[in-house]
């Protein structure tokens, strides 16, 4: 069975930083390109971040560039969400997704984990 077990959210005051995980299991973890999408209270999920199945080619929403990265290790089928320097409109549920992310396209919602709370504020 697929599964995505996201974690490492939690409450953070504005400029902290946060690192997510996923672990997977149920699949081929590198035959998939992997995303992380958010969604706040009110607005539409958000493509955050994507990374191909190698590796070596990444997305970022504007809002997270220069302050994301989205590594994986795929020894370990894992994937990351390194936060830096957090926001209070960075405040959102995380998931992990399989499948592509980018500006105008999300994985399907059935290809989401649970979730993990991500809230910055002072």
């Known amino acids: 069975q697929v599964q995505l077990v996201e974690s490492g959210g939690g409450m953070v005051q504005p400029g902290g930083s946060l690192r997510l995980s996923c672990v997977a299991s149920g699949f081929t973890f590198t035959d998939y390109h992997m995303s992380w999408v958010r969604q706040s209270p009110g607005k539409e999920p958000e493509s955050v971040s994507g990374?191909?199945?190698?590796?070596?080619?990444?997305y970022y929403a504007d809002s997270a560039k220069g302050r994301f990265t989205i590594p994986r290790d795929n020894a370990k089928n894992a994937l990351y969400l390194q936060m830096n320097n957090l926001k209070p409109e960075d405040t959102a549920l995380y998931y992990c997704?399989?499948?592509?992310?980018?500006?105008?396209?999300?994985?399907?919602?059935?290809?989401w984990g649970q979730g993990t709370q991500v809230t910055v504020s002072s």
């Open positions: 990374i191909n199945q190698r590796g070596d080619s990444t």
């Open positions: 997704a399989r499948g592509l992310g980018n500006y105008n396209w999300i994985p399907g919602r059935e290809s």
